[in-house]
């Protein structure tokens, strides 16, 4: 089982004296919170705040996968040992084909507009012509078909309806799906990472309570200066040409940081801001014909990445003032 393969990978790490989530910023207590959940075979919910690395933590957790084989064409992921769809079952001659670990990750992008056939499958029109609208080949599996013996990414689930959400719960605590309309029950080995983000974000629902209630909830909070720093030089691209000393690095953490602390911000800005202006610095340097990025390129690409992110409170004086209230951040020299 996949639960079983990645607890054996991250204990095998960690008797290594490794990271399993190299490359992951936090402390260790929510690392250590991560790895426990995995190891304990629970599903996982990642909340915090849009770009602390929820998205980034998952690829990492399922670049821990080894490969594995399947048959080949199979919509179902059956494993060649053990085939048990509709589609396998009963075929004499089954060819293999080897997936990489990396490949082990199916990424469902949560919104309003999600449906429960996106997740669960649904009829498709032209094979019902051609089969017959009560034959097994008409039907379409969905996103959660297609993540057996795989890992179940759900980016922003409580941007999903409740109806769709509910949709996951016979996979969560059975570990197989109903094809509807064929009285079919299908195997889905799978393991759910989710991300949602704070209540106070703009679109989101609430999770319903039976749905919560199959996830362990961790907690993933912005990372600290030095590890913003290291996020910033490890994951922002680099333009051929122009230097970028470290205490520009430090600069743009800095703003960030002192934006984040600020009240009035519905929507503080997120590590995916510190690296805009982290390129887009050496963009303005490269464009003023600069071999060198200095505090001017920073704080003019600042201003700029600032204005078109932040989201200003309603009850703020700088609601209808969003370029002051940028000035103010930037004018500031609190460290």
Do not use: W
Not at 38 to 54: C, F, I, T
Not at 171 to 199: K, M, R, S, Y
Not at 215 to 241: A, H, M, N
Request: charged share 35%.
């Amino acid at each position: 089982m996949i639960k079983e393969e990645l607890r054996k990978k991250i204990l095998d790490t960690v008797r290594k004296k490794e990271d399993p989530l190299e490359g992951f910023y936090c402390d260790d207590e929510t690392k250590e919170a991560i790895l426990a959940v995995l190891v304990a075979g629970r599903h996982l919910l990642l909340e915090g705040p849009a770009g602390v690395g929820k998205t980034t933590a998952a690829r990492i957790i399922a670049k821990l996968l080894p490969s594995m084989e399947t048959v080949d064409g199979c919509r179902y992921v059956c494993s060649p040992e053990k085939p048990a769809c509709p589609d396998c079952i009963g075929k004499s001659k089954l060819k293999k084909v080897t997936i990489p670990g990396v490949q082990r990750f199916v990424r469902v992008q949560g919104s309003s507009e999600l449906l429960p056939e996106d997740l669960i499958g649904d009829i498709d029109p032209v094979n019902a012509m051609k089969y017959g609208i009560h034959d097994y080949r008409s039907f379409t599996p969905g996103k959660i078909q297609k993540a057996n013996r795989k890992i179940l990414f759900i980016d922003e689930l409580n941007r999903v309806p409740q109806r769709t959400q509910n949709t996951l719960l016979q996979v969560l605590e059975e570990g197989v799906t109903t094809i509807g309309g064929f009285d079919i029950e299908v195997n889905v080995d799978t393991l759910v990472i989710a991300t949602d983000n704070p209540e106070e974000y703009a679109g989101v629902e609430k999770i319903s309570e039976t749905l919560s209630d199959r996830f362990e909830r961790v907690l993933i909070g912005y990372p600290t200066r030095d590890q913003e720093i290291e996020i910033i030089e490890r994951y922002g691209r680099k333009l051929d040409g122009v230097k970028i000393l470290k205490k520009q690095v430090e600069a743009i953490s800095d703003i960030c940081r002192r934006a984040r602390r600020e009240e009035e911000l519905e929507n503080p800005p997120s590590v995916r801001t510190s690296l805009s202006i982290y390129e887009q610095s050496q963009a303005v340097a490269k464009l003023r014909d600069k071999k060198e990025v200095d505090k001017e390129d920073v704080v003019d690409s600042a201003r700029r990445v600032l204005a078109g992110k932040i989201s200003i409170s309603g009850d703020s004086s700088y609601f209808e003032d969003p370029e002051g209230f940028v000035r103010k951040v930037l004018d500031s020299d609190e460290k």
